[in-house]
């Protein structure tokens, strides 16, 4: 009787097979140009406002297509984009005239007095993944379609930093909103290019071209995101066509396969997230620069791009800093050295013990390393920085905790000021900590309320003054300069050893969709790839 | 007085008796379920910005959050207002996206009943009619056969059998849909069906072995009982005996892994709802987890717990109707 | 009559002495595998994703380190891990189950109630707490599993002795005053032995398996060899678009599969010898 069974299963399989409407009919040819395209994104982003996305990226990326800023980041610089121009003469104030006619996704006209309630809304609510840190405004005000801000210190960075971030908020319908977590989406209706027409958990999202927008023409008439928390998943729905980009940077033993596949594009370029090993310089042997040193010289990060990237990424620069990132930093050589690390360890007087484990100071060289467990290119350079470190004569013991875990003893409640317990940990900062002098201060400086990421308790007089000549420059030059010196300040100390930066590539069904362009810090899901602009 | 009419007799009391005891267990497990999300490292603060944002906020500040949102006031009357909560069905709302909490839960439960409720109920019928088939024909080689297949797609992990699956029937066949519950057109009753065969297909092909052996073995035993070989030699015929004098007794322990499968219903299919995108309460509650979302594990916790209860009760309930003789044990 | 056709075989029956072989077999690689030193597995012999080749008889992984050594090593885990948990909740379910059965309502009562506290305890969490305050030693993992993997196991037992005990003989002895725990003792091998055999297998195999399963989730510990942490990694590197799904997702989901098969195959030979009327049968 079970032969009679599994025939019955297969024929069911069969039938719903034929009236099976999977991947996507061909638009017409040459245009590759769909009037509706799919998504794939990892976890839901709540009900896309500015303070209810759940992630950096892609979230923030998504709430960007429903808001609108007042400039924008294209190519290396800002362009303008609610405002008409930037004008500023001392880098403190801030004149910004508005663009006429724009309305909001109601109907309603945009104007100067919403700028102002947001700048204001922000500053009340600080919550929020999309939420902005307008502190640094000291005032803003509106006369007619102008809007003039006010800074408390000269800032070259605030207009990529802020202005660009900043998502202009309809006040008619947020002044009203309490409690901004709980902002339905009624509240997601904003300026931008796309409209979200439609969400719930079950099928994701739907997002439809904006007629009305009046800074350019949406390419697609309707954006459907649909959320797939498995990357093999995302990646086999993008090769049956189901799905048609992957918000997920292609992981590097499936580029090849993918890129050979025909009908599946990747989009490449520089990423700025970065993979770091973290000593925790405030417990022993860890507070002693030398010790570091040493350890970092034992580490072949170009290695670990070419074992654990598969060459898909850049080996870190030692002094943290991207050499493409805006701030224009050194581009610094490699610091391994197998062989100076075991001479250098050996001067400090740590010989090997019995074991074939350097003993300093009394103690055997023997730490943990926490990893990610979810992070499976973090799993492996684990894993080779232990036999790296062991051929030095380190032991190593590799703990994989969930990231929240480890969280809790790296960066517990994300407070530098509550301390740390760990000896070193695999860690990573996002793309937009590269992008401002301002947060690379942050992770260095020895005050925790100017080190607020600080998450190794590095503490150094010399790089802290360093910090306040950047921090206080009033010119992107000065900053530059001042970012230089800074750099070879980390090279020289090493609070934490920057592994590598992954290269961004993303894949996409160029037979459907093949607009998607890259943008450094924000990838292929941006307003350019969907959007024909006319910002003049 | 006749054994049924025994058992009709004392059953109303045998119930109150039982629920009681249950009604602890609910307490116990309320309890727990207040207390284990909080005691997980980190806290729903992350929920209310990046990590960078998040640094860069005073004392007060985060302070200010965690008593808007509730997880920053004292425990014991986070407690109270959870107990509160429970009794009025007010399970609050949830700190990753704002929707009431019982929303949340609505809204996938049905996904979930489809998906977990259809390959039970699948995995039901093809686990003990086989392992009814493995046990009368335990001799031959299709009995064996039948133990070696079940055993073999019983030691596959779900995750793998589920990449397998979309592998071959969708990105080599082209045949199905790799994930989610609907395709672009919307929720069509044909299209939840195309999405649900190969999830449906993952859970049943990983839950049968189960069954099939504690099938096969319960009825093993009871065949070669005395009271089926006395009946034998009385010369009842054969298929009659297995009907009317094994299946019974033999099926009370599967029963019972039936009663508390259906009360796992609420738990959902984790991995399978993660290979394949669905929106059901396992991905929820897994969801939930890594976000620390309190209340939202608080409620899904709750179905959870109350789903296993009832369903526990219910197979204790009915084992008496089962078998009338089981009871005797219980009257000590 | 087709279930009193008598076999000709004593002892273990042929299916019984294949799974003992096979066992052996597979509990040979493993204490060959701990016998081999720490590097082995971990060292990188060869270029990553190299197919087999002399020496190399599977390959290498995307670190480019030994398939086959990784196999091996692997073994010990998988299979240590599989017979602890298996012993510890086979047992646990056995005496649990068994006195809840047998014993006075009180503690009929609170066992089967503690037993259903434990089965809505949501296991995800229970391992995260572990993870992060007790580590993720063997003996960690193992005692997580034993303790989640008893409860239903045990409910089931528990139905399985009411049955038997209102079996006539069984009643009869009661009668007569014969105490609970001789008559469990005495009569509860073929009673309740053969629903042991299922619990047995099966928490083996959810044993080797929930390695895979944690990490999958992101939950577990990908680093420390096993083959469940072997089929991770299958997964993760997309092995099952490629050709290498031959030599490194294969052997081991055919060593999980044989290691469960073979425990099978026991105890269904132990089954009969449990049994008096199949075994009887037997002679």
């Known amino acids: ?536 | ?332 | 009559m087709m279930f009193l056709k008598a076999p000709r075989r004593n002892l273990l029956g042929a299916q019984g002495v294949i799974g003992v072989g096979v066992l052996v077999a597979i509990v040979a690689i493993a204490a060959y595998g701990v016998a081999l030193p720490d590097e082995a597995g971990r060292e990188r012999v060869a270029e990553p994703y190299a197919p087999p080749r002399a020496g190399l008889p599977l390959g290498s992984d995307d670190l480019g380190r030994d398939l086959l050594d990784q196999l091996i090593v692997g073994a010990g885990t998988s299979l240590g891990l599989a017979f602890i948990v298996a012993v510890c909740t086979t047992l646990l379910a056995a005496i649990i189950g068994g006195a809840a059965g047998i014993g006075p309502r009180w503690l009929s009562v609170s066992l089967m109630r503690g037993a259903d506290v434990l089965l809505i305890l949501p296991e995800l969490i229970l391992y995260i707490l572990a993870a992060a305050f007790l580590g993720q030693s063997f003996g960690i993992r193992a005692a997580i599993l034993a303790l989640i993997l008893w409860p239903v196991p045990a409910r089931v037992l528990r139905a399985g002795v009411l049955t038997a005990w209102s079996r006539g003989h069984l009643e009869v002895s009661r009668a007569m005053g014969a105490p609970a725990w001789w008559l469990l003792a005495r009569h509860g091998t073929y009673l309740i032995g053969p629903l042991l055999i299922p619990v047995f297998v099966r928490t083996a195999k959810v044993a080797i398996i929930y390695d895979a399963t944690l990490s999958f989730l992101g939950l577990g510990d990908p680093t420390s060899p096993s083959w469940g942490t072997t089929l991770y990694w299958v997964q993760t590197n997309g092995v099952f678009l490629s050709d290498a799904w031959l030599w490194w997702a294969l052997p081991p989901g055919a060593a999980i599969t044989l290691t469960v098969l073979s425990l099978a195959l026991i105890g269904v030979a132990v089954e009969e010898r449990l049994n008096p009327a199949l075994r009887e049968a037997a002679r």
């Not at chain 1, 290396?76 to 508005?98: C, H, R, Y």
């Not at chain 2, 892994?257 to 059901?280: K, N």
Request: hydrophobic letters at 40%.
């Open chain 1, 1 to 536: 009787m079970y032969h009679r069974t599994t025939a019955a299963l297969l024929s069911l399989a069969l039938l719903t097979a034929c009236g099976s409407s999977t991947g996507t009919a061909p638009s017409a040819p040459g245009t590759r140009q769909a009037k509706s395209i799919t998504i794939a994104i990892s976890s839901d982003e709540g009900t896309l406002t500015p303070f209810t996305n759940q992630t950096g990226y892609p979230g923030n990326n998504l709430v960007k297509l429903l808001f609108d800023t007042l400039v924008i980041v294209r190519g290396d610089g800002v362009a303008p984009l609610l405002a008409k121009e930037i004008k500023t003469s001392d880098n403190k104030t801030f004149t910004l005239p508005l663009r006429p006619s724009v309305t909001w996704h109601d109907g309603k006209p945009l104007t100067s007095d919403d700028v102002v309630f947001s700048v204001d809304f922000y500053r009340k609510n600080m919550e929020g993944d999309s939420s902005v840190d307008v502190r640094p405004i000291a005032k803003v005000s509106a006369s007619g379609d102008v809007v003039t801000m006010t800074l408390k210190a000269p800032d070259p960075e605030f207009p990529r930093r802020i202005l660009a971030d900043m998502a202009i908020l309809p006040k008619h319908l947020w002044e009203s909103v309490q409690k901004v977590s709980t902002a339905g989406v009624d509240k997601a209706v904003g300026s931008g290019p796309y409209k979200l027409t439609q969400y719930d958990n079950a099928r994701g999202y739907t997002l439809t071209a904006n007629p009305a927008y009046a800074l350019g023409k949406p390419k697609v008439d309707s954006i459907k995101v649909a959320v797939i928390p498995e990357e093999s998943t995302q990646f086999a729905a993008l090769r049956t066509g189901e799905v048609h980009m992957s918000t997920r940077i292609v992981p590097p033993q499936q580029l090849a396969t993918l890129e050979r596949q025909p009908g599946i594009g990747v989009v490449k370029g520089t990423e700025f997230a970065s993979t770091l090993l973290a000593f925790n310089t405030t417990r022993p042997p860890f507070d002693r620069p030398e010790v570091r040193r040493a350890l970092a010289k034992a580490i072949d990060t170009g290695d670990l791009v070419k074992t654990a990237l598969l060459g898909q990424g850049t080996p870190g620069n030692p002094g943290f800093i991207h050499a493409e990132s805006p701030i224009k930093g050194d581009r610094l050589p490699p610091i391994f050295d197998a062989e100076a690390a075991k001479r250098e360890l050996d001067a400090l007087g740590a010989k090997p013990g019995p074991d074939g484990i350097r003993v300093l100071d009394g103690k055997p060289m023997s730490y943990e390393l926490l990893v990610q467990s979810a992070s499976t290119d973090r799993l492996r350079s684990a894993e080779l920085i232990r036999d790296m470190l062991e051929n030095a004569g380190v032991a190593v013991k590799v703990t994989s905790l969930d990231s929240d875990s480890l969280d809790a003893k790296v960066w517990p409640d994300y407070d530098v000021r509550k301390g740390r317990n760990y000896d070193m940990s695999m860690w990573g900062w996002s793309a937009p900590v590269m992008l401002s002098s301002g947060t690379i201060a942050q992770l260095l400086a020895s005050d925790p309320d100017d080190g607020s990421l600080n998450v190794v308790g590095f503490k150094s007089p010399a790089v802290d003054e360093t910090i306040a000549t950047m921090t206080a420059a009033p010119t992107m030059e000065a900053r530059t300069e001042a970012a230089k010196k800074l750099q070879a300040q980390i090279a020289e100390q090493l609070p934490f050893l920057t592994l590598y930066y992954r290269n961004g590539a993303y894949a996409f069904r160029k037979d459907v969709y093949s607009s998607w362009t890259w943008q450094n810090g924000s990838g292929a899901l941006n307003k350019f790839s969907l959007v024909d602009y006319r910002l003049g």
């Open chain 2, 1 to 332: 007085m006749t054994a049924v009419q025994a058992v009709r007799r004392g059953y109303p009391r045998y119930i109150a008796g039982r629920l009681a005891e249950y009604l602890s267990v609910l307490l116990v497990a309320l309890t727990l379920n207040f207390a284990l999300p909080r005691a997980l490292p980190g806290g729903p603060l992350k929920l209310f910005g990046s990590p960078e944002a998040l640094a860069r906020l005073t004392a007060d500040e985060r302070a200010q959050i965690a008593t808007q949102y509730g997880f920053g006031r004292p425990l014991p009357q986070q407690f109270l207002d959870y107990l509160t909560g429970v009794f009025t069905l007010d399970l609050g709302t949830s700190l990753s996206d704002g929707r009431p909490v019982t929303q949340a839960l609505a809204d996938a439960l049905p996904w979930t009943l489809l998906l977990v409720g259809t390959s039970t109920a699948v995995t039901a019928v093809l686990g003990v009619t086989l392992g009814v088939a493995g046990a009368l024909r335990r001799r031959r080689g299709k009995g064996s056969g039948l133990l070696g297949a079940a055993v073999v797609a019983d030691s596959v992990p779900q995750f793998w059998l589920g990449m397998l699956l979309i592998v071959l029937f969708g990105v080599k066949l082209q045949l199905l849909p790799t994930y989610g519950v609907a395709g672009p057109e919307g929720v069509t009753v044909g299209g939840v069906l195309q999405h649900l065969v190969l999830p449906v297909t993952t859970l049943t092909v990983t839950g049968m072995g189960y069954l099939f052996l504690y099938t096969r073995s319960s009825l093993l035993t009871v065949l070669t009982s005395e009271p089926v070989q006395h009946a034998h030699a009385r010369g009842v015929p054969y298929g009659r005996l297995v009907r009317r004098h094994a299946l019974r007794p033999a099926l009370l322990p599967v029963h019972t892994i039936l009663m508390l499968e259906i009360g796992f219903l609420a738990a959902g299919a984790i991995v399978v709802e993660t290979v394949f995108a669905y929106p059901g309460l396992g991905r929820l509650t897994f969801d939930a987890i890594t976000a620390r979302d309190y209340p939202l594990m608080q409620g899904a916790f709750l179905v959870l717990t109350v789903m296993v209860v009832l369903m526990n009760a219910l197979a204790d309930a009915t084992y008496p109707l089962l078998d009338p003789r089981a009871r005797t044990g219980d009257r000590r």
